[in-house]
C-alpha cells in the first residue's frame, strides 16, 4: 500500500490510529508510561503533555504550566498534520506552523 492519498476516505488516518491503539495497548500492558523514559531514561521533550491537556480540560492552569506548557501547542501540529491533506491549500502554512512548535518546544525542553 502506499501512502498517499487514495479515493477512500480515512484511509491514511485508519492506519494511524490503528496502529496508535495497538503501540497504547502494548505500553499500557507493560505498565510503560513513556517509550523514551523506559528506553534511555530521560524524559523526553512530550513528557507529561498527557497530564498536561487533562490539566487545561480541569481547568487547572496552573498543573498545565507545572506539567508541560507546550502541550496544547503540540498537540495542536499532531492533530494539523494528521488532517493536513484536508487542507491543501495551506500545506505550506501548516508544515511552517508545524516546525516552528516543534523548534520552540526543542527550546523549551
Given at each position: 500500500m502506499s501512502?498517499?492519498v ?7 488516518e485508519?492506519i ?8 497504547y495497548?502494548?505500553?499500557r500492558i507493560?505498565?510503560?508510561?513513556c ?13 507529561y503533555m498527557?497530564r ?6 480541569k481547568g ?12 496544547i501547542p503540540v ?6 498534520e494528521?488532517?493536513?491533506?484536508y487542507?491543501r ?11 516552528i512548535?516543534?523548534?520552540f ?5
Amino acid at each position: 500500500m502506499s501512502w498517499h492519498v487514495s479515493k477512500k476516505p480515512f484511509a491514511y488516518e485508519i492506519i494511524l490510529i490503528l496502529l496508535f491503539v495497538v503501540i497504547y495497548s502494548i505500553c499500557r500492558i507493560f505498565n510503560i508510561t513513556c517509550l523514551i523514559y523506559a528506553v534511555t531514561k530521560i524524559p523526553c521533550p512530550t513528557c507529561y503533555m498527557g497530564r498536561a491537556i487533562c490539566s487545561v480540560l480541569k481547568g487547572n492552569f496552573q498543573q498545565y504550566v507545572a506539567y508541560n506548557m507546550m502541550a496544547i501547542p503540540v498537540a495542536s501540529v499532531f492533530i494539523l498534520e494528521l488532517f493536513n491533506v484536508y487542507f491543501r491549500k495551506y500545506k505550506n502554512i501548516i508544515h511552517g506552523y508545524s516546525i516552528i512548535i516543534l523548534i520552540f518546544n526543542m527550546i523549551y525542553y
